[in-house]
């Protein structure tokens, strides 16, 4: 699908979308469990990745419109009864292979292209270590993946720089085997939010885990048991990064952009709100009502860090683009391993609407001052969040921007579009 996105003013309200991450992380920790409802989910194509793998290792998932309904397998999954297609979800590859790693069979994990580009060796890794089989079938490291348990339990060492997932997949697994699990981290961990919310849903749903020097610790012979037998998921900071980007580059002059259930959490992404600030945005958070607002402001460039929000790199280079002066995206690299090598994409299709960028190994820097966005076609190259990066840019854009491969929204924001156009963009399909 082309969309189309015209120079525009927004104003008005939306509704942030639930949450991917926690999504994602309460269908499996709902599928560990006896049974729960997880109520306000995201179901988008990555998140009915996840609830086909809790019907494949033995849960029984029902989407209700109201809420997710699973019957869990009470941390005792079975051998799939064929191979578990993640299509483009990696999140969901990664947190799953620490089920297949409890069952005691084989689990063949494998997703579409892009999926099996996708680095997953630390996690083969870490279930060889702690008594399992994991393997690749073609031996670099990557889908299709080949894994077989039960594992008992035991320590683990793994990087930290290549993805948290790994962590959060051992812990969330950890916590049913017979001794618990101990990772220590052989380097940095990039993207250490993401553990932190892993360790806040683990906490709802009745399991302890911990940070310690060096890495994590669960202890094994937990039940996943939420309160009540519901889970509420929270609004997803990585898709209001968007919302809030174009309200900052394209609000009505007299209006604002109010964004509904911004509640506070441990996601790392809320980070775009002191972001923007920094860039000089018109932007207020009601942290006890979840409201944002925006107004349209003149922006100027800063240097950011995303080592621990790499989901926040495409909204900051949009937004460097907008700017005056200069934004520095720092610390980068492991941005290059998401469905696409994010860094190298942005670096090439802003250049194609007219922005001055300079692309490094672990940074990306673009010149607002040499900029001057025009309409143009640019490729969202498969990746959700290209797509809405450059959608936001487009809007500051003269003339219009049409965004090819923009149907991969469905993976994290399916009504991002539509969002757009009811805060008054120029939006043509």
């Known amino acids: 699908m082309d969309v189309e996105i015209s120079q525009s003013e927004l104003s008005g309200t939306a509704r942030a979308p639930p949450s991917k991450s926690y999504t994602h992380r309460a269908i499996l920790a709902a599928g560990y469990s006896g049974g729960a409802l997880v109520f306000d989910p995201l179901i988008s194509a990555d998140t009915k990745a996840t609830m086909r793998a809790v019907d494949a290792f033995g849960g029984d998932v029902t989407d209700t419109g109201e809420a997710i309904e699973i019957d869990g397998f009470g941390g005792e999954p079975t051998t799939p009864g064929d191979v578990l297609d993640c299509a483009n979800s990696g999140t969901t590859t990664r947190l799953v292979s620490g089920t297949a790693a409890l069952v005691d069979g ?14 997953q060796g630390p996690m083969l890794s870490a279930i060889d270590q702690l008594g399992g089989r994991g393997e690749s079938t073609r031996g670099n490291g990557k889908a299709p993946l080949v894994l077989k348990g039960p594992i008992s339990g035991g320590t683990v060492s793994i990087p930290g720089d290549v993805s948290s997932q790994y962590v959060s997949a051992l812990l969330m697994a950890g916590a049913l085997t017979d001794e618990g699990v101990t990772i220590d981290l052989e380097t940095e961990l990039k ?26 610790r669960v202890d094994g012979g937990q039940f996943y048991e939420p309160s009540d037998g ?9 898709s209001i990064s968007y919302l809030l980007a174009a ?3 394209a609000a009505d002059d007299d209006e604002r952009v109010r964004i509904e259930g911004a509640y506070p959490s441990a996601q790392g992404d809320t980070f775009i709100v002191d972001v923007l600030d920094r860039m000089g945005a018109d932007v207020e958070w009601n942290r006890n009502d979840g409201v944002l607002t925006v107004r349209q402001s003149s922006l100027s460039g800063v240097t950011v860090d995303v080592g621990d929000t790499p989901d926040l790199l495409p909204t900051i280079a949009a937004l460097g683009a907008i700017a005056d002066g200069e934004t520095r995206i720092e610390n980068c690299e492991h941005v290059r391993y998401k469905e696409t090598d994010r860094v190298a994409v942005m670096a090439k299709e802003l250049s194609n609407l007219g922005a001055s960028v300079e692309e490094e190994d672990d940074a990306l820097t673009i010149y607002g001052d040499e900029s001057n966005l025009v309409g143009s076609v640019v490729d969202g190259h498969g990746d959700h969040r290209i797509v809405m990066a450059l959608a936001v840019a487009g809007l500051a854009a003269d003339g219009t921007t049409m965004v090819a491969d923009a149907e991969h929204v469905d993976v994290s924001f399916p009504d991002f579009f539509d969002v757009l156009y009811d805060l008054g963009a120029g939006v043509q399909r």
Do not use: Q
Request: aromatic share 10%.
């Open 247 to 249: 309200g900052a580059v």
């Open 230 to 238: 519901e889970y509420h998921v929270p609004g997803d900071f990585s």
């Open 191 to 216: 993207s250490a939010p993401y553990v932190d919310i892993t360790l806040e849903l683990l906490d709802d749903f009745g399991v302890t885990a911990e940070k310690r020097d060096g890495g994590y």
């Open 106 to 119: 084989i689990t063949v994990l494998t997703g579409d292209a892009s999926l099996r580009s996708r680095p």
